[in-house]
């Protein structure tokens, strides 16, 4: 069965470092997504992404924050200037079809230590 | 009003009863509804899409009711399995996918 694939599984770094997140969606999804889970919080939504750019954000997703599909498998998440209150358990998704009509499938997750 | 809310539970439950949790969203243009279950530090997988008429599959039955804006999940014969937190997910074409914090249950042997 088809999966997401996300890297590392485990990232640590030190404030106000940077960082990427790496994610493979499943190959013929055209829809991607990043959340995050701060420890003990429910899933919150980041960024979707279609047809190479974005297509909603959440008041979350700032300008520390980027994404990027550099290749044809590959959809990445950048944090440019690390802080303490970005350590959580960040999921990439994808979905052959638009967040509201199709099912979105979850990678494993990275979990992001700032120290 | 929370965009999505649900009961955290925890609940115990007995192996082999019946539970259900509820789940209330605030956004009346809502239209997609979903079950996920995510299991400690595991990521969240679709238990299943939530339709107008009902729907189940297996054990497990949901339901809308979109007069009072609130979707269910009913577990028949649960099993020590089915012990994880239950995400309600809640969605409209022009708004993002929103989740609620989830009900823990635990199932008991």
């Known amino acids: 069965e088809p999966e997401v694939t996300q890297t590392p599984s485990h990232q640590v770094t030190q404030m106000g470092q940077e960082v990427i997140l790496r994610c493979v969606p499943i190959s013929n999804h055209l829809y991607f997504y990043w959340y995050r889970q701060i420890l003990g919080q429910k899933v919150e939504f980041l960024v979707s992404f279609y047809n190479n750019e974005i297509s909603e954000k959440s008041e979350i997703f700032d300008d520390q924050f980027s994404v990027e599909r550099p290749d044809g498998s590959n959809f990445t998440l950048k944090i440019r200037s690390t802080k303490l209150e970005d350590s959580a358990m960040y999921f990439c998704?994808?979905?052959?079809?638009?967040?509201?009509?199709?099912?979105?499938?979850f990678g494993p997750g990275t979990r992001l230590t700032v120290l | 009003r929370k965009e999505v809310e649900q009961d955290p539970g925890p609940f115990n439950v007995p192996e082999g009863a019946t539970v259900a949790f509820n789940c209330t969203y605030s956004n009346s243009a809502s239209q997609s509804f979903f079950w996920y279950r995510q299991d400690c530090r595991k990521e969240p997988k679709l238990l299943m899409s939530?339709?107008?008429s009902g729907n189940e599959d297996g054990r497990f039955t949901a339901q809308l009711n979109r007069a009072s804006q609130y979707i269910s999940l009913l577990i028949r014969d649960s099993k020590l399995s089915d012990s994880a937190t239950y995400l309600c997910v809640v969605s409209s074409i022009y708004d993002k996918i929103i989740f609620g914090k989830g009900t823990r249950l635990h199932i008991l042997p």
């Open positions: 998704a994808s979905s052959g079809a638009p967040e509201s009509t199709d099912t979105q499938y």
């Open positions: 939530v339709y107008s």
